[in-house]
């Protein structure tokens, strides 16, 4: 069982408090830590066609490596630590990924609302709303 951290690499300063009190939070109840940051899916649109085949793999391949560069600045390199790419929308590739990685709890942030996120619903209350396990919201 793991305390998942979801992360936005794009906002590294923000996400920094999420990762470091994820890493508080699996330290104090000796759980596993596992990290998850989610890429949209360029594929699965017009834009997509634009891309050649391999561009997904190789934007994934980059965001594995900086994900763990981040880990490791952020709160040390740590040979238990689970880092995650997924793709696709951001809530389902969390709630999937704490499923399949039977996560006991969600670390993620609470970012400003923009007018999207206001129509749609931000990404953090669809997985509070959704998730199996409970759902640590940093401010």
């Known amino acids: 069982m793991t305390i998942l951290a979801a992360i936005d690499l794009t906002h590294p300063e923000e996400e920094a408090k999420v990762l470091k009190r994820a890493r508080q939070l699996a330290d ?16 699965s649109s017009f834009v997509g066609s634009f891309f050649p085949e391999e561009h997904t793999h190789e934007m994934v391949e980059a965001a594995r490596k900086a994900l763990h560069s981040y880990i490791a600045e952020t709160v040390g390199h740590d040979e238990e630590t689970k880092h995650v790419v997924r793709v696709g929308n951001v809530y389902d590739g969390v709630l ?32 509070a709303r959704y998730a199996k396990c409970s759902v640590y919201i940093v401010r």
């Open 28 to 43: 104090l109840d000796g759980r596993r830590l596992a990290v998850v940051t989610v890429l949209p899916d360029y594929n």
């Open 96 to 127: 999937e990924t704490a499923e399949k990685l039977d996560s006991v709890l969600i670390v993620m942030g609470a970012h400003k609302p923009g007018l999207t996120e206001i129509l749609i619903g931000p990404n953090a209350a669809r997985v």
